[in-house]
C-alpha cells in the first residue's frame, strides 16, 4: 500500500517539477523576445521581413500552378499569340483558365495598385482587351485566324474588379495600409474568378470512368486546396498590414516629445474621418490597436503591466460582443430579405393590388438596406479586428529588431490606437446613413468600379460630385428624404446597433 502511495506521490512530484520547467523555459524565452511555434513545438525568434519572402514565394508558386495545365508541346497554331502572352496562357486554355489568368493578372497590374507606373493605365487596357477576345467564342476563333482587330482593340471593355466597388461603398481606400483587402471584397472576387472552384461539374458527372467516390474525393481535395489558398492569403494579408504599419510609426523616437508623433496621427485620423464610415473604421482600428499594444508592453513592462490585464479582459469581452452583434445583425438581415421575398411571392400571385405593388416592394428594399449594411459591416468589423491582432502580433515580435525597439513600437501604435479612437467618437454622432446615403453609395460605388474597368481615373472629389448627383436624384424621385429619419437610428442613434459601438463594452 505504501509503494502505491509513494509512486503516486513521485508521478505528481515529477508531473509538478516538468511544469515548473516548462514555465521557467516560457519566462526565459519571453525575456529575450521569442515566441512559441505550435508546429515546430519550440520557442523560436520571429523574423516579420523573412516570413513575408517565404509566404510571398509560396503564394507565387501555387499561382504559377494555377495557371494552364496544357504544355508547351500541346500548343494549338494562331496567327497572332498576344493576347495569349498577355495573360500568360497556352492557346488551348479553356474558358476558366483565362478568366483565372485574367483577375490574377489584372489585381497586379491595376492602375490603383501601381501609382508610379505612368503606363498602368495602357496596360490595364491591353489587359481588359486581351480577356474581351479570349473570353467570346465568336471573337476568339476570328483572333485566331486573322490576329489582332483594331476594331476590337478600340471597343474593348474590362471586367470590374470588386475591390473598387467594396473601396467606394465601405470607403476602405485610406485605410488599405493598416487592414489589407476586406474579406468581403476578397471572397467577391475570389467567387467571380473562380466561380465553380476550378470544377468542371458537368464533366465530372459525366466522367463514367470515376466512382462516386472518386468523384466527391476530387471535390473534397478541391475543397482543400481552396481553403489553403485563403489561409495563405490571409497570412500574407497580415504580415503586410505589419510592414505598412512598422513603416507608418518609424518616426516615432521615444526619446523626443511623443506628442508631435501624436498630433501626426490625429490630422491623418480628421483626415480617414471625412470618408464613408470614417469613424467605424478609426474605432475599429484604433481599439484593437491599443488592445494589442498594451497587452505585448504588459509583458515586458511591470508599470504597464495592470493596464496589459485590463486591454486582455476588454479583449475578450469585445469578442463576446462581437459574437452577440453578428447574430443579432444577421437575425435582422435575414428577417428584412424575407419580408422582401414573401412580398415578391405575393405580387407574382396577384394578391397584392398591382398599382401599390411596385411602390410597396420599393418601400421594403429601402427599408431593408441599413439591416444588410449592419450585417456587411459587423462582418468587416470582426475582420479588421483580426487582421490588426495577428499583424500586431508580428509586428511586436519581429526579432530583427532589439527587443526595446520591440516596445518602442507597441507604445507608437497605442499612441495611434488612443488618437484614431478618440477623433473616430468625435465623428461618430454626425455620422448618418439613410436608405438615400446607402442607394446613392451603391450607385456611385457600381459607376466608378465600371469606370476604373475602362482604366479612367475617378479621384475622391468626382465621387464626391456623384454622391451629391445621386442624392438629389433620389431626393427629387419623391419629395424628400422620409426615410432618413428612420433609417439613421439603425446606425447611429440605437445604442444596440452594432454601428455604433464603440468597442469599450459601451453600446
Not at 493596464?307 to 435582422?332: E, H, M, T
Request: net charge negative; glycine share 6%; aromatic share 8%.
Amino acid at each position: 500500500m505504501s509503494n502505491i502511495f509513494s509512486s503516486i506521490v513521485k508521478k505528481v512530484q515529477t508531473t509538478v517539477e516538468s511544469k515548473q520547467e516548462q514555465i521557467r523555459i516560457a519566462d526565459e524565452a519571453k525575456k529575450v523576445g521569442k515566441i512559441y511555434d505550435s508546429s515546430e513545438k519550440a520557442w523560436v525568434f520571429y523574423f516579420l521581413d523573412a516570413e513575408f519572402d517565404t509566404l510571398q514565394d509560396e503564394w507565387n508558386k501555387k499561382q504559377k500552378n494555377n495557371g494552364s495545365s496544357v504544355t508547351s508541346s500541346d500548343e494549338k497554331q494562331v496567327k497572332d499569340r498576344e493576347y495569349y502572352d498577355l495573360l500568360d496562357v497556352s492557346t488551348n486554355a479553356d474558358e476558366v483558365t483565362i478568366r483565372k489568368a485574367y483577375f490574377k493578372t489584372a489585381r497586379k497590374c491595376h492602375p490603383d495598385k501601381n501609382p508610379d507606373d505612368p503606363e498602368a493605365h495602357a496596360k490595364f487596357q491591353a489587359l481588359g482587351e486581351a480577356y474581351q477576345v479570349l473570353s467570346n467564342p465568336q471573337l476568339r476563333a476570328a483572333y485566331d485566324r486573322d490576329g489582332k482587330s483594331t476594331e476590337t482593340s478600340t471597343a474593348a471593355e474590362n471586367m470590374p474588379n470588386p475591390q473598387d466597388f467594396f473601396n467606394v461603398m465601405f470607403g476602405s481606400t485610406l485605410v488599405e495600409p493598416y487592414i489589407g483587402e476586406l474579406w468581403i471584397a476578397s471572397m467577391t472576387s475570389d467567387a467571380m474568378m473562380n466561380p465553380d472552384a476550378g470544377i468542371d461539374f458537368e464533366e465530372l458527372e459525366k466522367n463514367a470512368d470515376l466512382t462516386e467516390e472518386e468523384k466527391e474525393e476530387i471535390m473534397r481535395q478541391k475543397a482543400k486546396e481552396l481553403r489553403e489558398n485563403n489561409e495563405l492569403q490571409q497570412k500574407l494579408r497580415q504580415v503586410k498590414c505589419a510592414q505598412a504599419l512598422r513603416q507608418r510609426i518609424s518616426s516615432f523616437d521615444a526619446k523626443a516629445d511623443w506628442r508631435i508623433f501624436a498630433d501626426e496621427a490625429r490630422k491623418e485620423a480628421q483626415n480617414i474621418a471625412q470618408g464613408a464610415y470614417g469613424s467605424m473604421y478609426l474605432i475599429t482600428i484604433g481599439f484593437a490597436w491599443q488592445i494589442a499594444a498594451e497587452e505585448f508592453l504588459g509583458q515586458y513592462d511591470k508599470n504597464a503591466w495592470f493596464s496589459g490585464q485590463v486591454a486582455s479582459a476588454r479583449k475578450n469581452f469585445s469578442g463576446i460582443g462581437s459574437n452577440f452583434q453578428l447574430i443579432g445583425a444577421g437575425l435582422k438581415a435575414a428577417t428584412a430579405g424575407s419580408k422582401a421575398l414573401h412580398q415578391a411571392e405575393q405580387i407574382q400571385k396577384g394578391q397584392e393590388d398591382d398599382a401599390n405593388a411596385q411602390l410597396m416592394m420599393a418601400e421594403t428594399i429601402d427599408g431593408s438596406l441599413p439591416a444588410f449594411l449592419n450585417f456587411a459591416w459587423v462582418i468587416n468589423k470582426r475582420d479588421i479586428k483580426s487582421t490588426i491582432a495577428k499583424s500586431c502580433y508580428k509586428l511586436f515580435n519581429d526579432a530583427g529588431v532589439p527587443l526595446e525597439s520591440r516596445i518602442e513600437r507597441a507604445k507608437a501604435v497605442r499612441i495611434l490606437g488612443r488618437e484614431f479612437q478618440a477623433v473616430g467618437r468625435k465623428h461618430q454622432k454626425t455620422e448618418q446613413h439613410s436608405s438615400d446615403d446607402i442607394k446613392a453609395r451603391v450607385a456611385v460605388a457600381t459607376m466608378t468600379t465600371m469606370a476604373k474597368a475602362q482604366g479612367q481615373e475617378v479621384t475622391e472629389e468626382d465621387q464626391l460630385n456623384m454622391m451629391k448627383q445621386a442624392k438629389e436624384e433620389l431626393s427629387s424621385m419623391h419629395g424628400s428624404s422620409a426615410h432618413g429619419s428612420e433609417t439613421s437610428a439603425a446606425v447611429d442613434g440605437d445604442s444596440s446597433a452594432p454601428l455604433n459601438t464603440d468597442e469599450t463594452g459601451k453600446l
